[in-house]
């Protein structure tokens, strides 16, 4: 594994938002799941794709908050532009589960 300094790290603006909108993305390669997070007034909303349609579904995810890299370009995934990458980690099927705070906390909220 590869070290990385602490300013390597601070390089990447992972933030909390909170999920206002989802529904399906049939047109996706793979299952996927369009969601639009808010990440607060500095940043707003923003969308995304994410393959996560084995552990939720749409209408359940409005009004969760997720963790997401906020820094990267935007990226053209078929149809539709993903301008931020919701983070999660594979269950022991390889399904992903995403990570959130186990407490509310305000949208936008930097990671340390």
């Known amino acids: 594994m590869a070290e990385i300094t602490f300013d390597d790290f601070m390089k990447v603006d992972i933030r909390v938002g909170t999920v206002t909108r989802a529904e399906p993305f ?53 149809p539709f532009m993903s301008e931020v990458l919701v983070l999660g980690v594979p269950d022991e099927n390889g399904a992903i589960v995403l990570l959130s705070p186990d407490q509310d906390v305000p949208d936008g909220g930097r990671m340390h």
């Open 26 to 78: 049939p047109e996706a390669r793979k299952p996927a799941i369009k969601l639009w997070v808010d990440f607060g007034a500095e940043i707003g909303e923003r969308k995304t794709s994410a393959q996560i349609t084995v552990h939720y579904d749409p209408e359940a995810l409005v009004g969760r908050q997720v963790m997401a890299v906020v820094n990267f370009p935007p990226r053209q995934i078929g």
